[in-house]
């Protein structure tokens, strides 16, 4: 999900993890798409008569769930329509603050963007998908001995650091509220062959 530029799912809808990740992430989502047809082994899927391969493009609306054939014009996600109307209403009465889950300096930009008005969650794990902080965590989660749990802390530091941050001057004051490192291993514990092999060379 992290490196997509949008994600389309088969089972799920509005409230999904999948939609409910994106929407924190500003990616463009529909999920829930039941009448897809994916071929894994062939790479392609069918849908409304069209039979998309890898490579092809798509392009995604999350507003209203629709997908189109090829790559067309995107715009970034804004509060508008009925759905702004209903908001600025609500503004006016209000009493409670709505905050969100972000744990990255973007995802942060995006949300206060969007008119969110604190943190209420910041997955510290979730700072570590990038390509170049990922083996580093791995490394940290695989060590026998804490001395080498900890040498592998200490290269992520500065990266937690540095996010950090850039999140809390994005914040401008702003609450944040911060969960402990969590990280689950199904996320994070490398399944692909190349990455298992470049792993136990970097811990041998």
């Not at 392609?44 to 999350?62: M, Q, R, T, V």
């Not at 109307?85 to 009465?93: H, P, T």
Request: aromatic fraction near 6%.
């Amino acid at each position: 999900m992290h490196a997509a530029e949008g994600i389309l799912t088969v089972r799920g809808g509005m409230t999904s993890h999948a939609a409910v990740v994106a929407r924190g992430m500003g990616t463009a989502c529909v999920s829930g798409c039941g009448d897809i047809k994916i071929n894994e082994a062939e790479k392609h899927f069918e849908l409304g008569g069209h039979n998309i391969k890898e490579g092809d493009y798509i392009s995604l609306d999350g507003s209203t769930g629709k997908i189109y054939l090829g790559d067309i014009q995107t715009v970034e996600a804004t509060v508008s329509g009925n759905f702004g109307r209903l908001m600025e209403w609500a503004d006016k009465f209000r009493t409670l603050k709505v905050r969100t889950n972000a744990d990255t300096p973007a995802d942060t930009m995006n949300a206060v963007k969007l008119g969110a008005e604190g943190i209420g969650l910041c997955r510290t794990e979730h700072m570590f998908f990038d390509p170049e902080r990922i083996p580093k965590i791995r490394k940290m989660i695989l060590s026998d001995s804490v001395e080498a749990r900890e040498e592998a802390l200490n290269e992520l530091i500065p990266f937690q650091k540095g996010d950090f941050k850039a999140m809390y001057e994005v914040l401008e004051g702003k609450p944040m509220t911060v969960r402990y490192l969590d990280p689950p291993l199904h996320e994070f514990v490398p399944t692909d062959p190349e990455d298992i092999k470049a792993l136990a060379a970097d811990m041998a």
